[in-house]
């Protein structure tokens, strides 16, 4: 049995202990632009569906290449991750998102634009669980909670850009296009230069060379997949029928603008989730965030019921709902690294939000045909999910806050 060498656990709790060094801010740079990118992408599905050359009848299977797409990236580079590292698959992940926009800023029919969505969010499927990864073990422990929010909040950011350019634009595609294209091309240079930069994850080249460690402690392993695949399946699926499908099916006119608002409010809700987290822990934070998040989803049935025309309370309402779901997608964010062993970090993210994907794909068709009451219901019972896992955690689950990753895994028991 191969054993770490103290020198090798020394420079793990160095890291734990640390502060933020050089290295690191190259990696949270690198990550969050990953993030905006990704963000810009998930928004530009739904903008495109109103570009001049998009048939009706194709509008689905533009909505619907994003999380298939994504579901193959997840699975295939979060094994690729784990199995040759974490700076490794961020440069391959980085070259097949930069292809894939580069095809849908080009595209001038309907399934070129498919090809160009799939490609990217293949590349930027695959990048969120290596991300994770790599951030979780890589950033001192009283602050890994912290980046895990920061950083993929930014994604939200990203979203709101890519809506506020189409709305500033107007629906003029050459426009939408240029503006983009800079946008974009700006991001993916100063990702080039980081990732070249950054090293690759001390604790993935310790556990790589260790052939056998002390096993692993599963003796919960169904409460964690339970809670994670719960609330992955809440918060893709809320996120993404809200901000994403639901304008394109109920409200054209309205897409960008809802797109626009809901991510404002997850923005917000990343801002309040990082000031939280400084006086609670994960535990509380999680039921708060689903708490919050069902609560305001049900507000919103009576509000169509009674003042069915005020978009304007129902647009706040939405954006409301927009800030426990960031509170939510942050929650879930610091769990999943967090809960899965260096070994299969990446892949068992991956996994977890592979399962959300797949029931998200099948509701692109189940809700095509809803009344917006029905498309409410719906969401409000995603958030019942949410909430049933987040209760579950808080009662029976593990606090991770602070720990070392190896001590909530018992990799080093």
Do not use: C
């Amino acid at each position: 049995m191969n054993k770490p060498r103290q020198l090798d656990w020394d420079v793990i709790k160095t890291l734990d202990a640390g502060g933020l060094s050089k290295h690191q801010w190259l990696i949270i740079a690198s990550a969050s632009l990953g993030m905006f990118l990704w963000g810009i992408l998930l928004a530009l599905a739904p903008l495109t569906t109103q570009w001049p050359f998009v048939p009706k009848g194709m509008i689905e299977y533009i909505l619907l290449s994003a999380p298939v797409a994504l579901t193959v990236g997840n699975l295939t580079i979060g094994r690729l991750s784990d199995a040759y590292g974490r700076k490794y698959t961020f440069i391959l992940t980085f070259a097949l998102y930069s292809i894939g926009i580069l095809l849908v800023l080009l595209a001038n029919n309907a399934y070129s634009l498919i090809i160009g969505i799939a490609l990217a969010e293949f590349g930027l499927g695959g990048e969120e669980p290596t991300a994770l990864a790599y951030l979780a073990e890589m950033m001192p422990i009283k602050r890994r909670e912290e980046v895990l929010i920061g950083v993929t909040n930014v994604a939200n950011l990203g979203a709101a850009v890519a809506a506020a350019l189409t709305l500033a634009t107007g629906m003029t595609i050459t426009l939408q296009r240029e503006f983009f294209a800079i946008t974009i091309g700006v991001a993916l240079t100063i990702m080039l230069v980081t990732r070249l930069m950054i090293p690759e994850s001390y604790r993935w080249m310790l556990f790589k060379h260790i052939k056998s460690i002390n096993p692993i402690n599963l003796s919960n392993l169904r409460l964690r997949l339970f809670v994670l695949v719960s609330l992955a399946i809440t918060i893709v699926l809320t996120y993404a029928l809200l901000a994403l499908v639901m304008g394109p099916y109920l409200f054209p006119r309205l897409t960008s603008w809802i797109v626009l608002l809901y991510n404002i409010g997850e923005t917000l809700g990343g801002i309040i989730g990082i000031l939280m987290f400084k006086k609670i822990s994960v535990k509380p934070f999680t039921l708060i965030a689903y708490l919050g998040g069902f609560i305001t989803m049900l507000a919103l049935i009576p509000q169509v019921l009674v003042m069915p025309h005020n978009l304007i309370v129902f647009l706040t309402l939405l954006l409301i709902n927009g800030v426990f779901g960031e509170l939510g997608w942050a929650a879930r964010v610091i769990l999943e690294p967090e809960l899965f062993p260096t070994r299969v970090r990446s892949m068992g993210i991956a996994a977890v939000r592979a399962s959300a994907y797949v029931i998200y794909i099948a509701s692109i068709f189940f809700t095509a045909g809803f009344t917006l009451n029905e498309y409410l219901l719906y969401n409000a019972g995603l958030w019942g999910l949410g909430l049933v896992a987040a209760l579950e955690w808080y009662n029976r689950g593990l606090e991770t806050a602070f720990k070392p990753l190896e001590q909530i895994n018992e990799e080093n028991a």
